[in-house]
């Protein structure tokens, strides 16, 4: 056999990082938390803190899943039980159970959760839109896409989506009257 060289081609440090920064920028955070028996997603862009359940002030005529209000360090905050907003049964808070404060559209809010489940990277490519199971439109739907993690299923939440327009202007009267 005839002496073949076989070019070897080694990425410089810069080629590289350029790869790597690239690679994390169609990938994105999601803090992943147990509502019931499923696992969702919230991007952590949208999560300032974690922290355990509180005592809670209760706003009269609210929808359900409006547990109330509760003080952050000086700052009023609404909180929401996410699994009475995605129509689950209700579930006795217990130490596991956490209070994600997110901000939405300058918008501080506590999502009342089970319990954390751990934060993950999700590609975009493994990001799959959900089916449309109705005939109408429903622009209200807070899950956006369904992320796929090794063997598993996160649904993806848009936490735009969560409270209603209306439901903000209740609590932004309660929280103007306390």
């Known amino acids: 056999m005839a002496d ?3 070019d070897i081609v080694v990425a ?5 990082a350029f790869e790597e920064e690239n690679a994390i920028e169609d990938a994105k955070q999601y803090m992943t938390f147990k509502s019931g028996s499923e696992y969702y ?3 952590l862009k949208y999560v300032n803190e974690i922290m355990g359940i509180q005592p809670i002030t209760a706003i009269p005529e609210v929808e359900d899943y409006i547990r109330g209000l509760i003080n952050l360090r000086g700052k009023i905050v609404p909180v929401i039980d996410v699994r009475i907003r ?19 559209k300058n918008t501080v809010i506590g999502l009342i959760v089970e319990t954390i489940a751990d934060v993950v990277t999700i590609k975009d490519k493994d ?12 622009k209200d739907k807070y899950v956006y896409g369904f992320g796929k993690v090794n063997d598993e299923v996160k649904l993806l939440l848009n936490p735009e989506k969560l409270i209603r327009d209306e ?4 609590i932004d009267n309660a929280v103007d009257d306390v």
């Not at 990001?127 to 429903?138: M, N, Q």
Request: hydrophobic share 30%; charged share 35%; proline share 7%.
């Open 4 to 6: 073949e060289k076989q």
């Open 12 to 16: 410089s440090e810069e080629e590289m």
């Open 41 to 43: 997603g919230i991007e």
């Open 86 to 104: 995605f129509k689950q049964e209700p579930f006795e808070y217990n130490d596991r159970t956490c209070i994600i404060i997110v901000n939405v």
């Open 127 to 138: 990001i799959e839109a959900p089916p449309s199971l109705t005939t109408t439109k429903d």
């Open 167 to 170: 439901d903000m202007s209740a």
